[in-house]
């Protein structure tokens, strides 16, 4: 099914980055690799180091046909869960893209609604260079930003979790109470 129709040339992978922290967004990248990319140096984000992740991303930057992220913010989670936050980042990063796809392959089980064909495919990181491509831009976007974000806050440490409820980070909320950033409509567990 997946790459087997040769009239379609505009294959766009969408990962997203963000749905298991208790602060911050969720980034959604969506990527259209060249025909000539070389995927060896793709691989699901989470298998690479963070300066792996970082080196590859710059590449697939400069090299990929078109390449986008979409966010959605901790008010618009809270409003809406964090289901449909995430659908809304991908339908976000694939309406940001400069080239129209010809097909999406979503990583999961859901797709966004959108007027273009969309496949959801699990752990489609795992084994489709341009969802991988995906998973790499949107975790190193979404990386960057808590970074970024922890200079305005410093006391939550962001830089170094990135909202992941780590031990760490919920002494932190104990310690300051919730930031800007937090997710209300999340449970977090501070015993």
């Not at 294959?11 to 690799?33: F, H, M, Q, Y």
């Not at 990063?93 to 080239?99: D, E, G, Q, R, S």
């Not at 999961?108 to 489709?128: E, L, W």
């Not at 998973?135 to 190193?140: D, E, G, Q, W």
């Amino acid at each position: 099914m997946i790459f087997k129709d040769s009239v379609i040339k505009k294959i766009c992978g969408v990962d997203e980055a963000g749905r298991g922290p208790i602060a911050g967004p969720v980034t959604s990248a969506a990527v259209i690799l060249s025909p000539n990319f070389s995927v060896e140096i793709l691989d699901d984000s989470k298998k690479l180091s963070p300066l792996q992740r970082k080196k590859r991303a710059k590449i697939i930057k400069e090299k990929a046909l078109a390449w986008a992220v979409g966010w959605t913010w901790p008010a618009e989670i809270d409003k809406i869960n964090i289901h449909y936050a995430t659908l809304l980042a991908m339908k976000r990063a694939i309406c940001n893209l400069t080239i129209k796809p010809d097909i999406v392959y979503i990583d999961g089980k859901f797709v966004p609604a959108i007027d273009i064909i969309c496949h959801a495919v699990v752990r489609g990181d795992t084994y489709i260079p341009c969802i991988q491509a995906a998973s790499i831009i949107a975790k190193t976007t979404r990386d960057l930003w808590m970074e970024r974000f922890a200079r305005i806050e410093p006391q939550y440490l962001f830089e170094k979790h990135k909202g992941y409820p780590t031990l760490q980070h919920r002494e932190l909320i104990k310690l300051h109470g919730l930031s800007v950033i937090h997710r209300r409509s999340f449970q977090i567990n501070l015993s």
